[in-house]
């Protein structure tokens, strides 16, 4: 099933990107052949991710209501959540509700972080080619913890690469992203990502953003500009995140979901695949242990 394939993606660019952050892998930035020493643990990206997937495959769409009591009951602090999203998951531990919690965040405008966007790239593959059931189905997932304008368009943007690529290649694919986003800061930034297309993966991040500002539009359309040019090399694609540095487990886990949802499974390269911490044991109802 492609949504596997690219939850498979997402994670193993997730774990992959998030063994830089640790000291003793830092020196090996400067060799791009170097492979970190397993295992490579997972963060918050990917639990997120099996949440949405497995509500998918519970429900057959995104029921609001059983994410955010799947965020909030398998939630990990040691995961590497923001702190915005922890304040946000213990209230919804607490009692408390998404729809009354999501949009009091940052001063009631709701989040406009990358949170989103990096676990949706599995519910795009979801539904493959079916973009406009997947600009909405992005946007209902988006809010129960990203209520602003922003959060949310960044995880349609990718949710809609994702779906797009499962049955293209990159041709068309930003025009499609384009199409279906909502305007805004990460609309701007998915058109000037299109017009970077021949230029070095240092001058895109720099024009577009590498994560570090932890924010969607700071994020997805770097993630989209290296997605689109490594479509059919998952390996490239993850490790040009990588180079340029910034919030390097999300915007791998984001290129890495959509490139595995064209590639599928096969792609990855099967020593990062058991490199990679094993996913969940409840995802495997799911059928999503690959």
Known sequence: MTALASLAGLSVGDAFGAQ???????????????????PWPWTDDTEMACNLLDVLHRHGEVNRDAL????????????????????????LRDGESWRTVSPAQFGGRGSMGNGAAMRVAPLGAYYPGDLERV???????AVVTHAHPEGVAGAVAV?????????????GLLDAVLTHTPRGAVHDGVQRAAGLLDRTREEA?????????????????????????????????????????????TTAAITGGIVAAHTGVDGIPSAWLAAREPLPDWIAESGARH
């Open 135 to 141: 600009a909405l189905e992005a946007a209902a997932s």
């Open 68 to 91: 955010a009591a799947a965020f909030a009951d398998r939630y990990d602090p040691y995961r590497g959540y923001g702190p915005g999203t922890v304040v946000l998951l213990r209230a």
């Open 159 to 171: 949710a809609v690469a994702a779906s797009y690529v499962t049955r293209e290649d990159a041709d």
């Open 205 to 249: 991040a720099y024009e577009l953003g590498n994560g570090s500002r932890v924010l969607a539009a700071d994020t997805v359309p770097f993630c989209l500009w290296a997605a689109v040019r490594h479509l059919s090399d998952y390996e490239r694609a993850v490790r040009t995140c990588v180079a340029v540095g910034g919030d390097i487990d």
């Open 20 to 38: 830089f952050f640790a000291t003793e892998n830092r020196p090996l930035l400067l060799d791009e052949t170097a492979v970190p020493p397993a």
